[in-house]
Each structure stands twice: as structure tokens, then as C-alpha cells.
């Protein structure tokens, strides 16, 4: 469906059209977790009529919108307010429950904050509260890993991470994006590998 002048993947999927409805926020930006929750989550569908959304510039979303130039906050909390409105509109729901995972918490709670009317509840998984206290606490945490593994290069990109190296980043997006790059390589993100493995599979 077109959200914001823009086609975009929705999956909807419920074992009854009288459930309420859930819509779930994906994490990222850039990480569409469909996939995730048809392997792990099914059981929702028991309980809740589940919309899970590739935003823009990802997933299946990507193949109609691969430039993603309008990709912000402010618009990514536009497209979700369109597709709440079509969602309460299509199953005749005057509030739907709304969840939002990390990157996804940030959309979720400015969604909850600017159009409580929407919602009948708000679930924040992974949170984000304090950006900034959280890149900090995750350098030291990878700081004690690569020195554990005398991983030198990963020591050098930290420091210049903490510097506000600009050759290396440029802005709090792109830097966030190189730091997550290192905590995925000591499984700080995805504790078990194995189960990335099997979510391809589906």
C-alpha cells in the first residue's frame, strides 16, 4: 500500500479478523523483522491481528523506494500514522496496540505521545532512552571485549568513534550504524548466530 506517497510492504496476518490489532514497529532503521516474527512470534496471531511494515528504504519496501531520500523520524512517524488509520479503518477498531522495537521504540513512543487517541497500549522492547548514554555504555562494553581478544583495529575504530572522527562518520545515524557494526561482531546484538541462520531459511 502507498504510505506517504511511497508503496510499501505491510504483511497482515491473524487467526481471526475479530482479534484486536497489533502493529509492530521494525528496529534499524534499515533492519525489516518480518521474517523474525513469522519464525519466533506466530503465537501472536492467535491472540491479535499482527501488521508488520518494511519501512522505507528496506525489505520489501527497498524494491520501490531503494533511494529512501525522506527517511526520518518525522516521516517514518507520518507513514505509521497513515497505516494506524487504514489498519483501525479496515477492521472497524476505534484503537489498535502498538509495539515498537529499538530504533522502532523511538517511532512507537513518539506515535503514543502525539496521537494517544490511537492506541489502546504502547510496548517499548529494546527501549531507547538515552542515545548518547547508550553508545557510551556500549564502547565500554566492546572496549572489554576486544581488549579480552587483543583486537586492535576494533580498539582504533572505538577511539575514533569517541573522538567524533568525521572521516569515519558523519552524523549520529552513521555513526551509531559503525559502532552496531562492531557489537554484531561479538554477537552483542543476536546472542545465538544459529538463530539468524534459521530465520533465512524461512
Known amino acids: 500500500m502507498s504510505l506517504g506517497g511511497v508503496k510499501q510492504y505491510i504483511e497482515i496476518t491473524g487467526k481471526s479478523k475479530n482479534k484486536p490489532v497489533l502493529l509492530f514497529i521494525h528496529g534499524g532503521p534499515g533492519w525489516p523483522q518480518t521474517p523474525q516474527l513469522r519464525y519466533f512470534n506466530s503465537d501472536l496471531t492467535k491472540t491479535f491481528i499482527l501488521a508488520t511494515w518494511d519501512q522505507r528504504g528496506c525489505g520489501k519496501t527497498y524494491l520501490n523506494d531503494s533511494l529512501a531520500e525522506n527517511l526520518t523520524l518525522a516521516q517514518i512517524v507520518s507513514d505509521a500514522h497513515e497505516l494506524t488509520q487504514f489498519l483501525k479503518q479496515t477492521f472497524k477498531q476505534k484503537k489498535i496496540f502498538l509495539a515498537g522495537f529499538s530504533w522502532g521504540s523511538n517511532v512507537g513512543l513518539t506515535l503514543a505521545q502525539k ?7 504502547y510496548v517499548g522492547i529494546s527501549q ?3 542515545m ?6 556500549t ?3 566492546l572496549a572489554e571485549r576486544a581488549k579480552e581478544r587483543n583486537d586492535t583495529a576494533t580498539l582504533k575504530v572505538l577511539e575514533r568513534l569517541r573522538q567524533g572522527d568525521t572521516g569515519l562518520c558523519n552524523n549520529r545515524l552513521d555513526c551509531f550504524v559503525r559502532q552496531y557494526e562492531l557489537v554484531t561482531k561479538y554477537n552483542g546484538a543476536v546472542f545465538n548466530p544459529k538463530s539468524d541462520q534459521e530465520v533465512e531459511k524461512q
Open 128 to 130: 531507547v532512552v538515552n
Open 132 to 137: 548518547k548514554s547508550g553508545m557510551e555504555v
Open 115 to 121: 496521537y494517544p487517541e490511537d492506541y489502546l497500549a
Open 139 to 141: 564502547q565500554a562494553w
